[in-house]
């Protein structure tokens, strides 16, 4: 087909399962291949139907080994629903994990970290700020603190330090980027980082350290992650 399919979206992939060639989805036609998807639960079965059909007639020329390749499609395709299948299996074993933790609950607070983000801190960190004596620390393991890089005369050149824990680097970051859709917070200190100069991902950096330390602070007191502090009554 002159027009390819998304294959990272399941729908493109499970209508592989089914139809490989365009002369096979000519002849089914729109209506048909929609509520075949329909059955398989696929979302957006009428759009991705259409679309197939589009690309169909857009191509007549039967190839040489088209069956041979269809019959490769399909199990490609099937092969691929079971990777699915099983990541999301995995997922979940690793959600149910995650939230046998005790700072499961404390961690999940913080806007962004959600539960991979999180799974990720407790397998780089055991979960026990105790192996960390500040927030600096964890900051260093984790390669967001600046490590002084001094030689001879030149003092004061600080860089990422050479040994440090990527994917809780990684997992943190992330966190930091989806912090600032919806904590109001971090899209704040974030505005103020760009107004400062710095650039998008030397911005996003330091927000990541603001939030490391601020996730340090909360599983040190054992406490959910408030936004505001507490109002209290007056005396």
């Known amino acids: ?8 979206n399941k729908g493109p992939v499970i209508l592989l399962t089914g139809y490989q060639t365009p002369a ?8 048909r291949i929609a509520t075949w998807l329909r059955n398989r639960k696929v979302r957006g079965a009428a759009t991705l139907a259409g679309a197939a059909v589009e690309a169909a007639e857009a191509q007549h020329t039967s190839l040489p080994g088209e069956k041979l390749a269809a019959a490769m499609v399909v199990r490609l395709a099937k092969g691929v629903m079971a990777l699915d299948k099983e990541i999301a299996e995995v997922d979940a074993l690793i959600e149910a994990r995650f939230r046998e933790h005790p700072h499961a609950e404390v961690i999940l607070s913080l ?32 390669g967001l603190a600046p490590a002084p890089r001094d030689s001879g005369r030149v003092s004061g050149n600080l860089r990422r330090p050479r040994r440090f824990h990527r994917s809780l680097l990684n997992a943190m970051y992330l966190s930091a980027l989806s912090s600032l859709k919806s904590c109001p917070a971090s899209k704040a200190y974030y505005a103020r980082k760009r107004a400062e100069g710095k650039g ?3 911005a996003l ?3 990541a350290r603001r939030r490391l330390n601020v996730l340090w602070a909360v599983i040190r007191d054992r406490a959910c992650y408030q936004a505001t502090p507490p109002v ?3 005396a």
Not at 24 to 31: D, P, Q, T, V
Not at 127 to 139: E, P, T
């Open 205 to 207: 950096l330091a927000l």
């Open 1 to 8: 087909m002159e027009r390819s399919l998304d294959l990272t």
């Open 200 to 202: 998008h991902k030397q």
């Open 232 to 234: 209290t009554a007056a």
């Open 24 to 31: 096979a989805i000519r002849r089914s036609g729109a209506k």
């Open 111 to 142: 806007p962004g970290m959600g539960k991979t983000m999180g799974a990720v801190f407790i397998a780089a960190t055991g979960g026990d700020m105790d192996a960390f004596s500040s927030a600096d620390r964890l900051a260093g393991f984790a």
